[in-house]
Every structure is written in C-alpha cells, then in structure tokens.
C-alpha cells in the first residue's frame, strides 16, 4: 500500500478505502479482545472527572454526616446458666439430675425472649416510661379519659423501646448482648441496663411468683383430692361388708374355703379309691382259696406269727409222718395242732378283710361329705362373683382417686421443698456504661461508604464521558473509527519547548532538530508513502481554527528548508491566514491577480528570506472572484508551479463551511486532512470525507494537530506515547 494512492467509496458503516482491507480486517479484528492498557488509557485522561466526581461524592457524605443527629448506643452483656446446681431435690426419690445444657435454639430463643413484646413492657413499666411527657398523647387523641391517656404513653414507650433495642448471641457463647440506641447516653445506658436487669432480676421473681401460686392451685386441689380419695375407699368396704366379701390378703373367705375344700376332696377321693382297691383285691384272693395268702392279711403281724408256727408244724407234721405213720399219736397231735394254727390264720384274714370294708365306708362317707360342702361353697362363690362387678367399678374409682391424690401430693411435696431455692436462668455479665461518644452517624464508616461510592460514581462517569466523548486522540482512533490513513502527529510548542513562547514557523528553524520540526519531516515522509509523485499538495480540515494554516507554512519551510523549490498558496479566501502571515505586503498583487490576468506569477510571488520559500498570498482588496480559484485559471497556474517547483501547497479553506474548498481538493495531486487534537468532533470530520468529490480527489491521510506531548502518553499506545523515553534525542 506504499505509494499507492486511495480512492474512497461510501460505505452503509461510513468512508472506507476501496483498496485491499485485509490490514484494516485485521486491525478490528485485534480490537474485539478487552485491551486492559486501553481501559487504563481511557482511566488515566478522565482522571479530573473521576476525582472531580469523587471528591464530590466525599463532601456530600461529610455534608449528610455531619447534618445527621447523634446517637449513642450502649451496651450490656448477659450470659445464661448453661449448668443450674439443683438446691433441693426435684422428685421424690430425692435424686436430683443432672441439669441439660442449653441447645442452641434455646439460646437463640433466648435471644427473642429479650426483646420480646411481654419483656419490654416489663421494661417500660419498671422505668415508668408512661409518665415521661415525650410519650404523652395529644391532647386532642386522649378524649379526656385519664385511663386511655395513660395507656396510649405506655403503648408509645414499648414501641420506642422496641425500635431502639437489640439483642444478639455474642459469637457461639451462651452470652447475649442487649443495645440500645437513643440521643441520650445516659439513657441509652439506663435502658439497655433495664433490660438486662429483667431479663435476669426480672425472671427469676417472675418464677418464684409463679411457683408459690402453683403451690397455692396445687394445695386448694389436693385437700379436695384427698376426700375424694377416702369417700371411694369408704364406699368399697361398705359395699365388702354389704355383699360378704370379706377378704384377706390371700383373696376373699369363699374363695379360701372352696380352695381348701377343693384339697380335702382330692385327698378324700384318693384314700377312698385305694380303700376300696385294696377291699376288692383281698375279697378276690379269698375267693381263689387263698385265706392265708391275702395280700392285706400278710401285712398283720399276728398272721406272720402264725404263718411262722404253721411253717414249723407242718415240717414237723411231714417229720412224723414219713416216720411213723399216719396213726401215730405224735403224727395226730402234729395234725391236730396244725389245723388249729390254720384255723386261727384263716380267722384272723377274716378279721383284716372286715376292716378293710370299714374302711372302705369311711372313705365313702368322708368323700360324699368334702363334695357336699364344696358344692354350697361354689354357690357362695356365685354370689360373690355376681356382687364382684360393682366392687370391681368401686375398687377402679377409688385407686384413680388414690393415684391422682398421690401424685398431687407428691408434686406437692416437691414444690413445697423447692421453693425458695429458685436460680436465674441468666446472670448479668456486664453492665452498660455511659457512652462517651456517638455511634450513628459513624464518620469512618460514612466516609468508606462516600469514598466507595465515589470511586464507583467518578469510574463510571469517567468512562461515560469518554464513550461519550467525539472527539479524536489518537491514530487509532483515526483509522479505526474513519477508516482513513493517519500520517503523523504535530505536537504543541508549549508542551515540546524548553523556552518560553514562540512561533511555530519561527520555532522550526530555530530548532530545527526539534520533535516540533521532526513532525513536520515526519508529515512529508507520510504523504510521499501514501501517494505517487504527488506535486501539488492541498492541505485542508473540517472546520475552522484546526491548524490548518499553520501546518501549510511549517510543511512548506520544513520543504524548503531542506533544499526543495517549494510555493505555498494562499487557497482561503475569507481568512487568508497564509498572507496575514507575511508583514509589509500590503499593496502587492496577489493569487486573485494572477489568476485574472493582471500580473504575473513572479510579481506577485513573495520569497521567505530565511528558507527561501516561494509564497503566493492574497491580496486584501481582490477576494470577491472565488470561481477563478476552481476554473481553469487555477489549472493553468498550477501547470506553470508544477513546471518550476518540487512541490506545491495549497492552504485551503475549511470543507464543510466553504463549499469551494471541496473543488480546489480535486485539482491537487494529494489531500491532507488536519485535525484538531480531542477538538475536531469525529461526526464533522466523517461529514467533510463525505462531502468530497468521489473520483476527483486523492487523499494522503489525516494528520493530528496541536497535540500536548505531556498528556497524549495517558491517551496513546502509538508513536507519541512513548515520547518520554525518546525526549533526550532531540536537541
């Protein structure tokens, strides 16, 4: 794109070169990214407003701080009873147990307990806030009733107290801080006192009143208890003694006598089973033939001596016989003295086998009896069965007397020990002291927040004033928001030189290696870059007071200085800026009088002794012919300047305001457009490039004018902003 020249197009965004975009594609495409040194770039040049904002901001909150009236607050710490040593037992096993700690829902419902509707008109009335004559009604609200004034001022002093107190958990203690914000510090102290005072002091008489009118319901309530407990237990035992069922500890007289007529008749069924057992096996024994084999009957004594005295007979009985014969008297009186033992055995069995009928009988008899008896027993039982339903219900009644009346007492008991030995759930920490000085308004705190507030208020207009900032500052800017070549920037004297106040074109031959004159070199180099073999230079800018004038006569002497046969043109006609430049050319021919004819170029030319420089100005009385500067008179003039010069520059008039300006640009080989540094608004300089001649002119680039080298670095990443560190190299 070096010395290429640019043709321009309208485009829907605004003026775009028609060459090849790709650079400037890629330079958008850069500034998608947040650039942080241009966030801090755009910080740093609306730094006045920022402070300007914030220290505004400060003196308001310093203004509303000090108008805010003084409030003291005042604070007392309370701490509860996380372990309460029992005095007295609890219960009537006389164990006392060990005390809960408190849960940390307890502790926060402590917390509400304080500041609590009940607590705090406790508080008001303890102080007697009522009569203080700040919470006394209107006199038109208290309807001459005493009574309702009075409650109207409590109501009024509950409610500023809850305004105005708070209470907090102190960390994850079991203390509570109690606050209380009021004009007054002694009061604020006082109040906040109170309150701990009856939360505390308060409490434990508000318990110990409560356990003595407990006692007193529970006493009224156990007296009548106790004669309904002794009614119900008469009303049993009359009933006892009315249906005859007495009792022992073991169960009712009926159910012991049936219960021992029940044993009896078992036993008596037994013995009478085995007496008639053992009758029917002896009597079937005797009928087998075996009168001295009765099983009953060898149980006698009497019969095993005689089965003894048989036994001995009847071997002697044998004896005799196998000896002497069956005729032998000693064999006779052996047999006789035999049968007389058998005899008697078989009398004696008869005896035994007697007895045991007999007793047989008695058995029967015995049993018949036990089972009559048991039976007018069972009948009794029925009876008292039947009568057992009402004693059932009067028994009911009266052991739920006898509990309720038992466990009253009991409760009674307990209250009854215990009173007297009530302890506070919470005791006094610290008490409030005065305040010495105010907590609202706090001037640290407003001052952070005016000062916080500010930064943000002075960033934020910071940065909206540069969004909405025109103007341009950069070469960025130039060629990012234009999309036109930016040459070079031609700084100020003031913030360049190290002497006092000079003229610009004086100043550039003065110092002629001067970043002043620098620039200009530097705007020679840039439109021999961006153009071909451009001759005849126009130089031109949007509006007026751009710089215009002054950087023609410093590009022209920069040019002449260096060698170069170089004519500038006087091209405005209205300010003339070029000719008021020259002194002591009053009355000479000018541009106008070249062009219509009336003298010659070499008559009307003035030659700058210092450089050489070759200047055509205006002449103050000839203006009025503004069509000749855009005939063919000003073609064929600078024809003839282009045969005998390097270089030609045109100062034109300001494009929007002169419409002439536009058509002098075409007839040059090369534009330059100048813009005032953070002046020239960007909407007029896009309505300038608008309004040139599509085909007819060639534009070189914008170069920024008057640009102060002390604070564009704040506003540049470019080539200026780096002036600082290159100052040294000029001389």
């Known amino acids: 794109m070096v010395n290429t020249a640019i043709d321009f197009y309208r485009a829907p965004a605004g003026i775009m070169p028609a060459t090849p975009a790709e650079p400037r594609a890629n330079s958008a495409a850069a500034t998608d990214r947040i650039d942080l040194r241009r966030l801090l770039a755009m910080f740093r040049r609306r730094i006045g407003v920022f402070l300007g904002v914030l220290l505004g901001v400060l003196a308001i909150g310093m203004v509303i701080t000090a108008l805010q009236p003084r409030t003291y607050q005042a604070r007392a710490e309370v701490t509860l009873n996380s372990k309460l040593q029992p005095v007295a037992p609890t219960s009537t096993n006389d164990r006392a147990d060990q005390p809960a700690i408190p849960s940390e829902s307890f502790v926060d419902t402590q917390v509400s307990v304080i500041t609590s509707e009940t607590n705090t008109a406790a508080v008001a009335d303890a102080l007697g806030l009522a009569r203080d ?129 029940n044993q009896e008749v078992t036993a008596a069924r037994a013995q009478a089973s085995e007496d008639a057992a053992r009758l029917e096996a002896a009597q079937r024994q005797l009928q087998a033939g075996g009168s001295g084999g009765v099983g009953e009957a060898s149980l006698s004594p009497v019969i095993g001596q005689m089965r003894a005295q048989q036994a001995g007979l009847a071997g002697e009985f044998a004896a005799l016989s196998s000896r002497y014969g069956p005729q032998h008297p000693d064999v006779l009186r052996a047999r006789a003295q035999l049968e007389a033992v058998n005899r008697q055995i078989a009398a004696e069995t008869q005896r035994v086998l007697a007895s045991l009928e007999a007793k047989a009988r008695v058995s029967q008899q015995r049993l018949s009896s036990l089972a009559g008896s048991l039976n007018a027993s069972r009948g009794m039982l029925e009876q008292n069965n039947a009568a057992m339903v009402g004693l059932n219900d009067l028994e009911k009644r009266a052991e739920t007397s006898n509990a309720l009346y038992e466990s009253y007492l009991n409760r009674y008991k307990e209250l009854t020990a215990r009173e007297g030995t009530e302890q506070a759930d919470a005791d006094m920490l610290h008490r409030a002291d005065v305040p010495r000085n105010p907590s609202s308004p706090h001037v640290l705190i407003n001052a952070v927040l005016a000062l916080a507030l500010g930064t943000g208020l002075g960033i934020a207009t910071a940065f909206l004033t540069e969004m909405t900032f025109t103007g341009l500052t950069t070469g960025e800017d130039i060629e990012e928001r234009l999309g036109v070549r930016y040459l070079c920037a031609i700084p100020t004297l003031q913030s360049v030189a190290k002497r006092g106040e000079r003229v610009p074109a004086s100043a550039l031959l003065e110092d002629p290696r001067s970043v002043f004159a620098e620039s200009f070199r530097s705007l020679r180099a840039s439109i021999a870059m961006n153009t071909t073999e451009a001759r005849i230079i126009a130089i031109t800018s949007a509006l007026p007071e751009e710089g215009k004038t002054t950087t023609s006569i410093c590009l022209a002497r920069s040019m002449a200085a260096a060698g170069d046969r170089i004519l500038l043109i006087d091209g405005d006609l209205r300010r003339q800026g070029v000719s008021r430049f020259l002194r002591g050319g009053e009355g000479r021919p000018g541009l106008m009088e070249v062009l219509h004819g009336t003298a010659s170029l070499d008559d009307a030319m003035v030659i700058d002794p210092a450089t050489g420089l070759s200047i055509l100005p205006l002449s103050a009385e000839n203006t009025d012919r503004s069509e000749l500067m855009t005939g063919e008179e000003m073609d064929r003039l600078l024809a003839t300047a282009r045969e005998r010069f390097d270089a030609v520059i045109i100062d034109t008039a300001p494009v929007l305001p002169i419409a002439d300006a536009r058509l002098l640009l075409g007839k040059a080989d090369a534009s330059v457009f100048v813009v005032r540094w953070r002046k020239t608004p960007e909407q007029a300089l896009r309505a300038a490039l608008r309004l040139l001649p599509i085909d007819r002119v060639q534009l070189a680039g914008v170069a920024m004018t008057r640009v102060d080298m002390r604070k564009q670095p704040r506003f540049d990443y470019g080539e200026t902003a780096f002036y600082r560190s290159y100052e040294s190299y000029y001389a």
């Open 133 to 261: 004559p700040r919470f006394a009604p209107e006199a038109g609200n208290a309807a001459g009733k005493a009574g309702t004034a009075q409650q109207s001022s409590r109501e009024a002093a509950i409610r500023y107290l809850s305004k105005n107190v708070t209470a907090q958990r102190i960390g994850t203690t079991y203390g509570i801080a109690i606050t209380f914000d009021s004009r007054d510090p002694q009061e604020a102290a006082r109040i906040a006192n109170a309150f701990a005072e009856q939360y505390t002091l308060g409490a434990l008489e508000n318990k110990r009143s409560g356990a003595r009118e407990t006692t007193s319901v529970i006493a009224n309530r156990l007296e009548q208890l106790r004669q309904q407990a002794l009614a119900d237990s008469a009303a049993v035992q009359r009933y006892r003694i009315a249906h005859n069922l007495l009792s022992t500890t073991q169960g009712t007289l009926t159910e012991q006598e049936i219960s021992s007529y």
